[in-house]
Nanobody, 126 residues
């Protein structure tokens, strides 16, 4: 199983990027797919995820209204549209997926996800 993330880059504050993560080797039709990020010297933190059975998105409070997560189940792909980027959004972004359903309270925990992508760097300059 592989998760291939892409779309990172260098952008000025206020700019936009769209991350993509394509899964291969198995489908994740019943489990959540989402994004985490890790800035230098900090722990990995939850950014956004989308449950599969109700297609409901969940977001880190600081990205609400700026980031939008979406999924294309037919393509086994999850996207993260990031608008109005800020320097504090600078981090390596990782996509993650879980093979089965999980309770809502666990969706924001990195330990709930079975598979991880390699990470893509997002750098926002001020």
């Amino acid at each position: 199983v592989q998760l291939q993330a892409s779309g990172g880059g260098l952008v000025q504050a206020g700019g936009s990027l769209r991350l993509s993560c394509a899964a291969s080797g198995r489908t994740f039709s019943s489990g959540p797919m989402g994004w985490f990020r890790q800035a230098p010297g900090k722990e990995r933190e939850f950014v956004a995820t989308m449950d599969s059975w109700n297609n409901r998105p969940y977001y880190l409070d600081s990205v609400k209204g700026r980031f939008t997560i979406s999924r294309d189940k037919a393509k086994n792909t999850v996207y993260l549209q990031m608008n109005d980027l800020k320097p504090e959004d600078t981090a390596v972004y990782y996509c993650a997926a879980r093979s089965g359903r999980i309770v809502i309270s666990a969706l924001r925990s990195a330990g709930s996800y079975d598979y991880w992508g390699q990470g893509t760097q997002v750098t926002v300059s001020s």
